[in-house]
């Protein structure tokens, strides 16, 4: 029978389903591999054929790992709480989650019907409450956490309390809110329940604070940084403005040095090391107080600004200083005349995303306050602006500008017209325009003058501290982490308020379980959609948390959930956590990095302080799938001379010689860029009676790589593709497009010699007439070869993750053993074995009709013999006055002597020969035998 893909593709799938051949145990004598899928959010759009590209990738290595006798957990499930749902509520008024589980239905089956070896029994999805519950569970452990610096881990809040009975806040080093109180033992004991909740507020991981957030009012939540592109949401393309609200934060900085130094222990990508090195921003430097001076009228609820700088011999060169645009003392500091500048410039701010003011180097902008601060060292007066570059959240919020060390600050001051303060050698000798009549320190006074570098930075650490001025200081970019979200559709944090004061529910309460409500909006007052719940309230007196948590939440800790994923008393249980440990390859986009892979990093880290879990890094090995590109195709729409758009149509070769104008066309209805014009018609009924010139009776369409997307009728459904071709082709092919973390255009065109290879292979095991027909002979030397030369490049190929490499090689493999006319069951089973992680549908098939009754997942990797790839004989071209005439094969062994006596008494030589002796005989050992007559 010939390869009928639909039929046995569905068999195995069935069969797969029914004996869940793909179910871990969680123990087991094999040694364990974890292969973990960043798991996907469903949307209504289901999956288009960039999707799967990493999946099937993680399939190959997982299915190759189980033959090499691993016990390998594969798992999969659905980031399923997000904002699209949400808006398709408000839309439509439907409950999200009757459109999540809708898109998760299709979700399912284009992932089965592609084959996956997923372990389904352990499939989780983030919106349902038992899974939710453990995001809670978490989030209470971090409220009832906090971070010691003298251990340099997380502890529970009771330690802190213990410390505070002792010996009050004196020898408490924590990672905490820098407005903290000082007080003695007796002063703790004194204070009010409600006094010491507000200030160990002040310490928890996770905490209620104001906060500088991403406000997008059409859509009624806060925004992350990368929901925002140039000031507009990314979803609907609504403003979104800057905004103090008060929302919970995650102290991920108290992780920030560990966080860095731990990267230096996984085998991640270089670029994403980079960018999360970069996001944790550590900079060794100092911080630095600048006096405000004094203004009468004004009354400023500080008397300094304080700054960090990685470079404090700069100081001696400060022209100005900057301050957030939401830097608290703006208000304070404005002069009346400055007022309205301020606040025009404050407004305009609020458009930009923080994204956009950190990347934002073209424009040069700012305000000034009309007030100064005094430089410590110099005495000089220095004016106070404000600026968008400088961010609240990083640092004090202020920075010194220093024109003659710093381009960015150069540009400002010569835009402003504001003086520049030459530093002649920024390690040494510098020269301050002061009345040195005046106190303080100065580089020409010998004091540092001279000194390297490193000395001279050090003294100037120590004036600033013995001055009380500043001090040395480590910082680090990265800010704590906003949580709350005013939406519907999100886990409810498990939170209520009693006199303003927020409480944790009791544990026995989870989940607290998402309430019903009238519809998916902000209330009239501007409370989030959860204020419209009726009777939703902690002990029919208490006014829950009504924001729910990020997206980020539920995938922070997901891969401990599959590794014991119905256990009903605990998110794992510690068997488990011990057997499978970490995820041993995690496969996922770079879009990520600074993201979902740092908050799970940090809250792997947390949870490993506290001791539920035991490795401090939550994945060993990461690898970033490239993107599939659309393969977008296009018509020529003819425009007249006055700029109106004809109904006329020119294929592509014909379009230079008019005025044309691009339009996208559904690549599903273009077939080697020739395009159907009747379908054409059906898309696009406005061309209905359109005029196409054609070129030799065709429409040809114009071609370019894009990205993958509905609007620009692009995307190719993997459905399609495997009605037409089948699973295994799809699979092969993707990996087929090239290496891995690569993007690469998608091209169907090419799928069908992936096609012609799969039916070509299953023709080896088959006669002319469809037969099955493979023997228990002996195999050749030259079949031993062809087999063992593909078990070591597959096995190095995949080790290496070059899957590219091996599809072709496959394709190699099978054209040498159908020249050789190779049915020898030995040579067959074990190259159906090799092939099985490519290709799991036609192998599971070929693996049964070989006779085999186990699943072909439970075979053993065949071993690699060297000995089969070393040459012991040579096909020896023979020619006759030189044109080749055949070949025999001959050990390498025979001298030439042995060699022209072989090949002179060989039948066919002496058909040539014709009775003739040859003048010549010339033997080249190891490459040609000619005779010459």
């Known amino acids: 029978m010939d390869y009928q893909f639909k039929e046995i593709e569905q068999k195995w799938q069935q069969f797969w389903a029914e004996n869940q051949t793909f179910k871990a145990e969680n123990n087991s004598a094999k040694p364990k591999f974890y292969v973990l899928d960043m798991f996907p959010y469903p949307s209504g759009a289901g999956l288009h054929v960039g999707h799967p590209l990493g999946y099937i990738a993680s399939d190959i290595f997982s299915r190759y790992k189980r033959i090499k006798g691993f016990n390998v957990l594969h798992p999969m499930g659905y980031d399923s709480f997000g904002l699209p749902a949400e808006q398709y509520a408000i839309q439509t008024g439907q409950h999200p989650a009757l459109t999540t589980e809708v898109n998760i239905n299709t979700y399912r089956r284009q992932l089965d019907q592609i084959g996956f070896s997923f372990d389904w029994s352990r499939e989780l999805r983030t919106s349902e409450a038992d899974y939710y519950k453990w995001t809670q569970w978490i989030f209470m452990q971090l409220f009832n956490s906090w971070y010691n610096l003298d251990t340099d881990k997380a502890e529970d809040i009771s330690t802190l309390i213990e410390k505070f009975n002792i010996s009050g806040s004196a020898d408490v080093r924590a990672v905490c809110d820098e407005e903290v109180k000082s007080f003695m033992p007796g002063d703790w004991a004194t204070m009010t329940a409600e006094e010491k909740q507000e200030e160990l507020l002040k310490y928890r991981l996770t905490y209620l604070r104001e906060s500088t957030v991403n406000w997008c009012a059409a859509l009624g939540t806060v925004l992350a940084n990368d929901e925002v592109k140039e000031g507009y949401s990314e979803r609907g393309g609504h403003p979104v403005e800057q905004k103090k609200m008060m929302q919970w934060s995650m102290r991920i900085s108290a992780y920030a040095e560990r966080l860095l130094q731990g990267l230096n222990t996984i085998d991640w990508p270089e670029p994403v090391k980079e960018m999360q090195r970069n996001w944790i921003g550590k900079s060794v430097g100092a911080s630095v107080r600048f006096n405000i001076e004094a203004r009468e009228g004004a009354e400023v609820p500080a008397d300094y600004i304080e700054v960090f700088t990685t470079r404090v011999d700069t100081i001696f060169g400060v022209s100005y200083l900057v301050l957030a645009p939401e830097h608290e003392l703006v208000p304070f500091v404005t002069t009346p005349a400055q007022h309205d500048a301020v606040k025009n410039y404050i407004a305009q701010t609020k458009k930009k995303s923080e994204l956009d003011r950190m990347a934002d180097t073209k424009t040069v902008s700012g305000a000034f306050t009309g007030s100064y601060v005094i430089n410590p060292v110099s005495a000089e007066r220095v004016q106070l602006w404000i600026a968008d570059y400088v961010l609240a959240g990083y640092g004090t919020g202020a920075v010194m500008g220093v024109p003659s060390g710093d381009q960015r600050d150069w540009l400002f001051a010569k835009h402003f017209n504001l003086p520049v303060v030459q530093i002649l050698d920024g390690q040494k000798d510098i020269e301050v325009q002061a009345d040195p009549t005046k106190e303080g320190l100065y580089i020409n006074s010998g004091f540092i003058n001279g000194m390297a570098y490193a000395e001279a930075v050090k003294t100037l650490n120590s004036w600033l501290e013995e001055k009380k001025v500043g001090k040395a200081k480590v910082n680090y970019r990265m800010r704590d982490a906003i949580f709350g979200r005013q ?362 009709l070989l006779g085999n009754k186990e699943s072909l997942s439970f075979a053993v990797y065949p071993v690699f013999n060297p000995a089969y790839m070393v040459e012991d004989e040579f096909s020896y071209p023979v020619s006759v006055n030189g044109k080749t005439r055949l070949n025999i094969n001959l050990s390498l062994a025979l001298d030439a002597a042995a060699i022209e006596e072989i090949v002179l008494a060989d039948e066919q030589v002496q058909k040539y020969l014709d009775g003739k002796t040859p003048k010549k005989v010339i033997v080249v050992k190891g490459r040609i035998v000619n005779l010459v007559v």
């Open 487 to 848: 939406r519907y559709w999100g886990e409810p944090i498990p939170v209520y308020f009693k006199e303003g004061i927020p409480y944790l529910i009791k544990a026995e309460e989870l989940p607290l379980l998402l309430p019903e409500i009238d519809k998916y909006l902000p209330t009239e007052t501007g409370e989030p959609p959860l204020g419209r719940a009726e009777n939703w309230s902690y002990e029919d007196q208490y006014i829950y948390e009504l924001s729910t948590m990020p997206g980020w939440a539920g995938s922070s800790w997901y891969w401990y959930r599959y590794m014991d994923a119905q256990n009903k008393t605990e998110f794992a249980s510690k068997e488990a956590i011990a057997y499978w440990k970490d995820v041993d390859l995690y496969i996922g986009g770079s879009e990520h990095a600074t993201g979902h892979l740092l908050y799970s990093r940090f809250w792997n880290k947390f949870l490993k302080d506290l001791g539920y879990v035991n490795e401090e890094e939550p994945f060993k090995k990461l690898i970033n799938q490239g993107m599939i590109q659309g393969r977008s195709n296009f018509v020529y729409r003819v425009i007249e001379a006055n700029g109106r758009a004809t109904n006329t149509l020119v294929s592509h070769g014909l379009k230079d010689q008019y005025k044309t104008s691009a339009l996208h066309v559904d690549v599903n209805i273009v077939d080697n860029e020739i395009l159907n014009i009747e379908k054409f018609k059906l898309f696009r009924p406005e061309f209905t009676g359109a005029a196409f010139i054609l070129e030799n009776g065709k429409y040809i369409c114009g071609v370019e790589v894009e990205k993958m997307s509905k609007s620009k009728f692009n995307v190719v459904n993997p459905d399609v593709l495997i009605s037409s071709y089948g699973a295994d082709t799809l699979r092969m092919y993707e990996m087929f497009l090239g290496p891995l973390e690569q993007s690469k255009p998608w091209n169907t065109n090419g799928i069908e010699g992936v096609f012609k290879f799969l039916r070509k292979f299953w023709r080896l095991f088959h006669n002319d007439a469809w037969e099955f027909n493979v023997n228990d002979e002996e195999p050749t030397k030259a079949e031993l070869k062809a087999l063992h030369k593909i078990i070591k490049k597959v096995q190095e190929d995949i080790e290496r993750f070059s899957f590219n490499t091996s599809v072709s090689s496959f394709m190699i493999a099978v054209n040498e053993l159908t020249d050789l006319k190779c049915n020898k069951r030995s040579i067959l089973q074990d190259l159906v074995i090799v092939l099985s992680p490519y290709a799991p549908h036609i192998t599971e098939e070929l693996w049964s």
